[in-house]
């Protein structure tokens, strides 16, 4: 049956109005991470979009204050989850898809370049052969084109690397979740320097994003508040960032984009959490499995990143 609520939230007024996703965000400000609750109007199936599982470096503990935040927008809104969707192996937070799956079902799905992930940083590691390379740890592998429903509304993949080989985007209904492909206009682009990054093939998945028809709604994964700016944003639209993008903005050439790119990069430290934060995430958010002791371990390569 269709909820009232959703629908007036998601500007509908009968539920036959076709395309429209009903979309409600989480914003984990300790990693500035954007999960989004994406849901059908009409039939209340919802997918759940680049979770956050809370870890301290310091301490190495984990928790779950952000997951339950969703759990309790499920619940509340009395949805059922069909999808646990990641757009690429995050360098910045934990992934909590194992979590939210053993509460509200679903399928954990990544794009199939997470097997040149796996290769790489299983290397960078030195994960053993009980570390699988195939993206088994997943339910499902989307290739570039796939399409799949949630509820009523149809649903197409789209690979956009560049800040990784991996980066997918999601277009369901009149929306499209891009990851870390873009930010808001007044921010700009994701960097494109980690292993397998490249800014020459980032710049073209972006403007693969910037052909969607203008008025799709474009949902970001992170926010880091430009200057200026005073509130965290994470939605836009396709028209906003190909008329305004500070990066890529009318005018901006290929060539031009990658000398900024890679200037800009050059600049940058590693994310804070990035060393936890891909031995979980390239294993579908799974912990290692204990030592001998019953205690789970995560390792510090020095001198690889």
Same mark, same amino acid.
């Given at each position: 049956?269709?909820?009232?609520?959703?629908?007036?939230?998601?500007?509908?007024?009968?539920?036959? *109005?076709?395309?429209? !996703?009903?979309? =409600? #965000?989480?914003? +984990?400000? @300790?990693?500035?991470?954007?999960?989004?609750?994406?849901?059908?109007?009409?039939?209340?199936?919802?997918?759940?979009?680049?979770?956050?599982?809370?870890?301290?470096?310091?301490?190495?503990?984990?928790?779950?204050?952000?997951?339950?935040?969703?759990?309790?927008?499920?619940?509340?809104?009395?949805?059922?989850?069909?999808?646990?969707?990641?757009?690429?192996?995050?360098?910045?937070?934990?992934?909590?898809?194992?979590?939210?799956?053993?509460?509200?079902?679903?399928?954990?799905?990544?794009?199939?370049?997470?097997?040149?992930?796996?290769?790489?940083?299983?290397?960078?590691?030195?994960?053993?052969?009980?570390?699988?390379?195939?993206?088994?740890?997943?339910?499902?592998?989307?290739?570039?084109?796939?399409?799949?429903?949630?509820?009523?509304?149809?649903? *197409?993949?789209?690979? !956009?690397?560049? =800040? #990784?080989?991996? +980066?997918? @985007?999601?277009?369901?209904?009149?929306?499209?979740?891009?990851?870390?492909?873009?930010?808001?206009?007044?921010?700009?682009?994701?960097?494109?320097?980690?292993?397998?990054?490249?800014?020459?093939?980032?710049?073209?998945?972006?403007?693969?994003?910037?052909?969607?028809?203008?008025?799709?709604?474009?949902?970001?994964?992170?926010?880091?508040?430009?200057?200026?700016?005073?509130?965290?944003?994470?939605?836009?639209?396709?028209?906003?960032?190909?008329?305004?993008?500070?990066?890529?903005?009318?005018?901006?050439?290929?060539?031009?984009?990658?000398?900024?790119?890679?200037?800009?990069?050059?600049?940058?430290?590693?994310?804070?959490?990035?060393?936890?934060?891909?031995?979980?995430?390239?294993?579908?958010?799974?912990?290692?499995?204990?030592?001998?002791?019953? *205690?789970?371990?995560?390792?510090?390569?020095?001198?690889?990143?």
């Amino acid at each position: 049956m269709s909820d009232p609520a959703l629908l007036a939230a998601c500007g509908i007024v009968e539920a036959v *109005t076709p395309g429209c !996703v009903h979309v =409600h #965000t989480v914003f +984990d400000e @300790a990693t500035f991470t954007a999960t989004h609750i994406a849901s059908d109007p009409a039939t209340g199936k919802a997918a759940i979009i680049d979770s956050v599982l809370d870890f301290d470096p310091a301490s190495g503990r984990i928790a779950t204050t952000s997951a339950d935040k969703v759990i309790a927008h499920v619940e509340a809104a009395g949805l059922t989850v069909e999808w646990l969707l990641e757009t690429h192996v995050h360098a910045d937070h934990l992934s909590a898809a194992p979590y939210l799956q053993e509460r509200l079902g679903g399928t954990v799905a990544i794009g199939r370049d997470i097997l040149t992930v796996q290769s790489v940083f299983g290397t960078i590691f030195n994960e053993g052969p009980a570390f699988a390379r195939d993206g088994s740890q997943f339910d499902r592998l989307l290739q570039d084109g796939e399409r799949f429903r949630l509820g009523s509304l149809e649903a *197409t993949v789209l690979h !956009v690397p560049g =800040h #990784t080989p991996a +980066d997918m @985007a999601f277009v369901i209904g009149d929306a499209a979740f891009v990851g870390d492909t873009l930010f808001m206009p007044d921010y700009g682009t994701a960097r494109a320097d980690f292993p397998g990054g490249d800014a020459r093939t980032l710049f073209r998945s972006i403007h693969r994003l910037l052909a969607l028809p203008d008025r799709t709604r474009l949902f970001l994964c992170h926010d880091y508040k430009a200057p200026d700016r005073d509130q965290f944003v994470w939605e836009t639209t396709v028209a906003d960032e190909r008329a305004h993008n500070v990066h890529v903005h009318p005018g901006v050439s290929e060539n031009a984009f990658v000398a900024m790119r890679e200037a800009r990069d050059a600049t940058l430290g590693m994310p804070r959490l990035i060393l936890p934060s891909i031995q979980i995430n390239m294993r579908a958010g799974h912990l290692p499995e204990p030592e001998n002791n019953g *205690t789970r371990y995560l390792k510090l390569p020095l001198n690889r990143l």
